[in-house]
């Protein structure tokens, strides 16, 4: 069984800076990818960075230059710094991990239940 857990959301001033952490847990042979996800009430699910085994990241354009993302294989977390926050970041922030585990053949999917970011003055 495998867990992440979310933390770091709240309220914040536009123009301003939260620190989003996953920490995974559980049966872990090795952790894959990373990614953090966002979805805004009306709006998909979208992909906001990701992080692959090699260290190499993508960003959606909207976060670009702004948000950047990294783990701590040691710990199994990953980490989402987001700097100049604007009203349109607000959403909720989900962690997602591709996750091999020992004996199983491949690696599998796991959510977050999500953190909570506000932006607004």
């Known amino acids: 069984q495998v867990q992440l857990v979310e933390s770091g959301g709240g309220l914040v001033q536009p123009g301003g800076s939260l620190r989003l952490s996953c920490a995974a847990s559980?049966?872990?042979?090795?952790?894959?990818?990373w990614g953090w996800y966002r979805q805004a009430p009306g709006n998909e699910r979208e992909l906001v960075a990701r992080?692959?085994?090699?260290?190499?990241?993508n960003y959606a354009d909207s976060v670009k230059g702004r948000f950047t993302i990294s783990r701590d294989n040691a710990k199994n977390t990953v980490y989402l710094q987001m700097n100049s926050l604007k009203s349109e970041d607000t959403a909720v922030y989900y962690c997602n991990a591709d996750i091999q585990r020992r004996f199983y053949i491949g690696s599998m999917p796991y959510w977050g239940k999500g953190t909570l970011v506000t932006v607004s003055s």
């Open positions: 559980g049966s872990i042979t090795s952790i894959n990818a």
């Open positions: 992080i692959i085994s090699d260290g190499s990241t």
